[in-house]
Each structure stands twice: as C-alpha cells, then as structure tokens.
C-alpha cells in the first residue's frame, strides 16, 4: 500500500540533485519536509556522542542538556537537535534522499533530440552528442537555436519530474501534488 505524503516536488527535485557527502537530504515521512543536514554538522554531532555516553554506552546525559553548556549560535544547536532527531529516527520517520546511481542527463539528451521539429538543429544536436565534453557542446549548441533551448528546459523538466515521481513510487510513496512549489 502506497503512503500518501504531501511532497515539495521542487524541493525534492533539488534535494535529489544535490545530495553529496557534504550536505545530506532527508525526506520527513511525516510532514514531507525535506531535511539538509552538512557533513560538518553529521561530525560536530559524533565527537558530541562521545561525550553523552559512559564506557559502558549507557546515556548519562542528554543532548539538550549538553548543548546547552556550549558556547555555540543557536542555530548551531538547533541543527545538531535535528540531525540527533533524524540520526535516531532514520529509516522510520526520515529517508535518505538521493538516486541509487547517478543520473545519467545524456540519456535524457538523446531521448530530447527527436522531438527536435527543426532538422537543422536536430542534427547539430546529435553531432554535439557525438564528441567528447557532450554534455558542455550540447548546451553550446542549444544557445545557437533559441527555439530547441526552450523545448530543452521543458523537456528536461518534465523528464526530471518524471524521475522525482518513479523515485516517490520506488518506496511505495505518492506525492500529494498540493505542495508543488517553484513549478507549474
């Protein structure tokens, strides 16, 4: 059965995109946030555990409690309480938000060149696909042809879309297109 949340799909677009080592995404299942939390953060927050913990991994004091005898911004501490919260409650309430391989927008490249009406352009296109640096003359080539550039940018959307979904259905998840900022 298939979990209804309402999704930013701009955000989770973005997010997918974007995840790395240096800032992970996280979906909240519940509220269809989408969660940043930096690598700094994630290792600011390990040398902490160090020191809520005895020998023995026993809890001696909490991570609120310990915060507040930092001397750090409070911003600082509020992201270190929310990448405790989605440390703690991952794979339950918070997924991982990234593609199982990298996108591979050459693909989506070639899939884009027969709906190219203009058969000069078109050709350009696939001429640029042929060479090395691809994806650079692809996009050198689509600013000499105004019209293929705006079909691009709407292909490209409509396929990315296409892909934040198939992600969503992936892990039984449909979005509620309500929340669909920056799009449409």
Known sequence: MRRRIRVDLAALETALDYDSYEMRHYLDLESGEILVVTAEIAHALEEIY?????????????????????????????????????????GERYLRVRWGAPGDELVVMRR??????????????????????????????????????????????????????????????????EVNHGRD
């Open 50 to 90: 160090d020191h809520l913990y005895d020998d023995h991994g026993i809890r001696v004091v909490s991570l609120e409690d310990y915060l507040r005898q930092l001397r750090i911004p409070r911003w600082q501490k509020a992201m270190l309480l929310r990448a405790d919260r989605i440390e703690w409650g991952y």
């Open 112 to 177: 884009f060149l027969p709906t190219v009406p203009d058969p000069l352009a078109r050709e350009a296109l696939w001429a640029a696909l042929q060479e090395p640096g691809a994806y650079r003359r692809f996009k050198e080539t689509l600013a000499r042809h105004p019209t293929a550039q705006e079909a691009w940018y709407a292909f490209q959307d409509a396929a990315r879309r296409q892909r934040v979904v198939a992600w969503l259905a992936a892990r039984d998840i449909e979005a509620d297109e």
